[in-house]
């Protein structure tokens, strides 16, 4: 990840994005995922590449 700002980490409702200082590396909890395409959006720099699965494979919400 070339990104200094790392707007994903504090952008995803899900928490799916994680910085660690140490490791200089990104954790990414694909399963905590909503879909929302917040990440895609707010991310400047283009890093995220993402597009919404296909008919009926992405999230199923029970209640809503």
């Known amino acids: ?3 200094s700002e790392k707007c994903c980490t ?7 994005y994680e910085w660690n200082d140490e490791k200089c590396l990104m954790t ?10 917040a990440c895609k959006i707010a ?6 590449i ?3 699965p296909s008919s009926e494979y ?6 809503g």
Request: proline content about 3%; overall charge positive; glycine content about 6%.
């Open 1 to 3: 990840m070339r990104c």
């Open 10 to 16: 504090y952008i995803c409702p899900a928490n799916v």
């Open 28 to 37: 990414i909890r694909y399963e905590n995922c909503l879909e929302c395409g």
């Open 43 to 48: 991310c400047d720099k283009q890093n995220i």
């Open 50 to 52: 993402w597009r919404y």
């Open 58 to 63: 992405g999230v199923k919400f029970k209640n």
